[in-house]
């Protein structure tokens, strides 16, 4: 669907798609201009192609992009939401009010990577002299889709914070905090990194690693391009179990699992756990070139330790091996501090169609920003390191 802007910008024209397989890879990733694969087209079309995506699950993909004439100078993951499950910004207050006060807060719109809390770019415009005024026409281009449609709403999750001077004063700020792990004092392996923490958590670490070790269990950190077939069923029958367990929807297909082999063979990865010749556990990450993203896991068998053996340990051994800077194990969990990953902060923008329920959540949002810069400072106060700057 075409598009025209609402402001003077004759040439400029705005499209909707409602699969990216609609525009070209190169193009696409050119704009991207980031080696995050979450952004990416072959992550993107993989969860459409294996049917990730799919409107049963609340998921059906209105991508935006930006022409002059007919060159595509921006792009944006946009899709419409049905639910809000699968974001990781959690807004299920906000629609309950708005359901409450008799309105409709689903469908909404929602620019983001589906099931991936991981910042990346999101107001995709490449790297030429004017990408921030594309960003600036992307950005308002959004507020003018949401309300031409009749939609509550649009939300802009887990950008990155130099995307974010693209969004006016219309828009919502919100932020909260992951615990990322970063190598800034150039470790040289994991004994290195160890000498970094205090007396305590050095030595919990250690005794975590050694339960794995002495139940007879060994690990294993593989490419994605290095799995065969019957490895890849292991993984995804170990996430599924998971989800199961938990009483959640496993949206993501086993053909996707294989995809991310074949797409990213050297930027997936699996960490196994085996026991004898049996795989018991297993993590699976995707890496860029400087940032390592833990994602799902799952065990057969509840073994003390095991969990942070393949989710943290493994994954910050490979960093230290394939020298990347940053770890970014997922969302939530505030026993990632005790493991050696630091808060650090995250950004959404939000623009709610109505103006007085706007102006509400606006108050909302400015309390629980004074409450989340406390927050953060208290975290640090908790950082397992001897010696370490806990400003930034």
Not at 16 to 40: G, K, Q
Not at 247 to 257: E, S, V
Not at 265 to 290: C, K, M, N, W, Y
Not at 350 to 366: G, K, Q, T, W
């Amino acid at each position: 669907m075409r598009w025209k802007l609402a402001y003077n910008a004759p040439m400029l024209t705005l499209r909707t798609h409602e699969t990216i397989d609609e525009i070209d890879a190169d193009a696409w990733n050119a704009l991207a201009a980031d080696d995050n694969p979450f952004v990416s087209h072959g992550f993107l079309a993989g969860l459409e192609r294996h049917r990730c995506i799919r409107s049963a699950f609340g998921w059906r993909a209105q991508h935006l992009t930006l022409h002059d004439g007919e060159s595509l100078i921006g792009a944006a993951p946009l899709y419409v939401k049905g639910n809000s499950h699968g974001e990781y910004v959690f807004d299920w207050a906000w629609a309950d009010a708005w359901e409450r006060a008799g309105g409709d807060y689903y469908p909404k719109f929602l620019c983001a990577v589906p099931y991936s809390p991981v910042t990346g770019p999101r107001l995709l415009c490449g790297t030429a002299a004017d990408a921030n005024r594309r960003r600036s026409i992307l950005a308002r281009a959004l507020r003018e889709i949401t309300e031409q449609t009749g939609l509550s709403s649009l939300h802009v999750n887990f950008l990155r914070e130099r995307e974010t001077a693209a969004f006016d004063d219309a828009w919502l700020t919100r932020s909260d905090w992951q615990f990322q792990w970063h190598n800034v004092d150039g470790w040289r392996d994991f004994q290195d990194f160890l000498g970094a923490l205090t007396h305590k958590r050095r030595n919990a670490i250690r005794r975590e690693r050694a339960q794995v070790t002495d139940a007879g269990i060994e690990c294993e950190f593989r490419d994605g391009g290095t799995l065969d077939d019957a490895e890849w069923r292991n993984m995804h029958h170990l996430y599924t179990h998971t989800f199961d367990e938990k009483g959640n929807t496993p949206t993501l297909m086993l053909a996707f699992f294989r995809h991310l082999g074949t797409a990213f063979p050297t930027h997936s990865h699996v960490a196994f756990a085996r026991q004898g010749a049996e795989i018991i556990a297993g993590a699976l990450f995707l890496s860029s070139g400087d940032t390592l993203y833990g994602r799902y896991w799952g065990a057969r068998e509840q073994i003390p330790g095991l969990h942070f053996e393949l989710c943290y340990y493994q994954g910050i051994d490979h960093c230290l091996r394939r020298g990347l800077g940053r770890f970014e194990p997922g969302a939530q969990g505030l026993h990632k501090l005790a493991r050696g990953f630091l808060p650090a902060r995250t950004h959404s923008r939000h623009y709610i169609a109505d103006p007085a329920f706007r102006e509400v959540i606006r108050a909302s949002l400015e309390r629980e920003a004074a409450l989340l810069d406390a927050r953060g400072i208290e975290l640090l106060a908790h950082s397992p390191f001897a010696e370490r700057d806990r400003s930034r």
